[in-house]
Nanobody
């Protein structure tokens, strides 16, 4: 089974930028959709952005124009470039990926905390 490990979280002032990375490792046959989700204190986990193996992207409306998701298929890595950060972006950010071909399964990373101060 594959695993996901995120990195890149931290504390940043409003208006600043951060870049999150998520590397997949283990028994990888195929990686289909990869994405980033976030969960703020007291709230449900929500989708931030996804990217298919072909590079098609989808974003939460509130991050459009500020966040960019990308992936390096050769490195089994997905990135989230976050610009113009706002305090409301504060959350634990989780990487998610769907693995497999005929039979597929999804894996979550352990999460990385992003804190945006005002």
């Amino acid at each position: 089974q594959a695993q996901l490990v995120e990195s890149g979280g931290g504390l940043v002032q409003a208006g600043g930028s951060l870049r999150l990375s998520c590397v997949a490792s283990g028994n990888i046959v195929s990686i289909n959709v990869m994405g980033w989700y976030r969960q703020a204190p007291g709230k449900q986990r929500e989708l931030v952005a996804t990217i298919t193996s072909g590079g098609n992207t989808n974003y939460k409306d509130s991050v459009k124009g500020r966040f960019t998701i990308s992936r390096d298929n050769a490195k089994n890595t997905v990135y989230l470039q976050m610009n113009s950060l706002k305090p409301e972006d504060t959350a634990v950010y989780y990487c998610n990926a769907e693995f497999g071909t005929t039979w597929t399964y999804r894996v979550w990373g352990q999460g990385t905390l992003v804190t945006v101060s005002s």
